[in-house]
């Protein structure tokens, strides 16, 4: 329970679109002698992660309405699937590997235009700003450190340089076009069937018009998981990734469904062909485990036809592989255990 006696004297009102975290650190701002892990602790104890389950209390502590603190996308759950989950919009997501820290990036031009933080900059993998087209920033150009959430002011570093005068770097369009996807997706939960857009073109929709959670596993397993594979390196689902890192998946994910399915295929392909090389079991695990994979990113909502790509090249590349001999036993396993591709 919060001590009616702590609460904030100086409430505000939660954005539409805004963070918990960028939400936190504005009310530090407003109250002075406040600082955001001082209100962390006020409200939701020594708890690594905000639980949704204490947003009433919350509410209290910062006299503000509890429909409106319930509104702001961050809080955490446990207890409903085996990975802690955080809220962004009105949809739970898996927040690891795909939600980074809070207020861990920043659009200087927004924060000129407004001084909050937009939920969408705590995505992973949303690394730009589709309304200025420029990359977020994640250290401060003046002493170099990353940006903290545990910072006294939104718009300010601790060594005082102001945030919004930082230089706004074009982004690329494979970062923008994920970004803008993420953002309707995310839009997409806010907005009642009959106001939502219409696709434009295949992999806008796979992405876009899915469920939240999803999409953000597709983007990971083309952006990170597939190009990690193809390469021979292991991809960890860990938190906090970096933005440095993130801009370049963001790239891949792009150039995976701009060239859909053709990058797909040659991947699969020198993929099988650089662990047979090795053995035959490790040409069958890989291949188990990208099957694996798209089963179940695909339950029910296949748009890209993962599926289907998957098990017509796997069974050329079983083919080719069967011309020299080997891989015969392993040919009419996977036969046996691949669906039948649909007329």
Not at 23 to 44: K, Q, W
Not at 67 to 96: N, Q
Not at 210 to 223: C, E, K, R, V, Y
Request: aromatic share 8%.
């Amino acid at each position: 329970m919060v001590d009616i006696k702590t609460r904030l004297f100086f409430a505000l009102a939660p954005r539409t679109d805004e963070s918990l975290g960028g939400y936190i650190i504005r009310l530090a701002e407003a109250n002075a002698g406040h600082s955001p892990e001082r209100i962390m602790r006020s409200v939701f104890g020594e708890c690594a992660q905000p639980r949704l389950d204490r947003s009433t209390g919350f509410a209290a502590y910062c006299r503000t309405e509890p429909d409106d603190i319930c509104g702001l996308s961050g809080f955490w759950r446990t207890g409903h699937g085996p990975v802690p989950e955080c809220r962004l919009g009105s949809v739970w997501v898996v927040a690891k590997p795909h939600m980074s820290g809070p207020c861990r990036a920043i659009c200087p031009q927004c924060l000129s235009d407004d001084s909050y933080s937009r939920d969408t900059w705590d995505i992973s993998l949303y690394t730009c700003c589709i309304e200025h087209q420029c990359d977020l920033v994640d250290r401060c150009p003046e002493c170099r450190r990353l940006l903290i959430w545990s910072r006294r002011s939104l718009t300010r570093c601790h060594c005082g340089f102001d945030m919004r005068r930082a230089r706004a770097t074009p982004t690329s369009s494979g970062r923008l076009f994920v970004a803008a996807s993420l953002s309707d997706c995310v839009d997409r939960s806010r907005l009642s069937p009959d106001t939502l857009p219409i696709a434009t073109n295949l992999a806008h929709e796979a992405i876009s018009f899915g469920h939240l959670d999803t999409a953000l596993q597709i983007i990971w397993f083309l952006g990170v998981s597939f190009p990690a594979l193809v390469i021979g390196k292991i991809s960890r689902g860990r938190a906090g990734v970096p933005l440095s890192s993130a801009l370049t998946y963001a790239d891949q994910a792009f150039h995976m469904l701009n060239n859909w399915p053709r990058t797909f295929v040659c991947g699969l392909d020198k993929l099988f062909t650089s662990r047979l090389e090795k053995s035959n079991y490790e040409a069958e695990r890989v291949l188990r485990f990208v099957r694996d994979r798209i089963w179940q990113l695909t339950p029910g909502y296949d748009p890209l036809n993962m599926r289907r790509i998957f098990q017509q090249q796997t069974r050329d590349l079983l083919k080719r592989a069967n011309r020299t001999g080997s891989l015969r036993s392993l040919s009419s396993q996977l036969e046996l255990e691949l669906e039948p591709i649909p007329l």
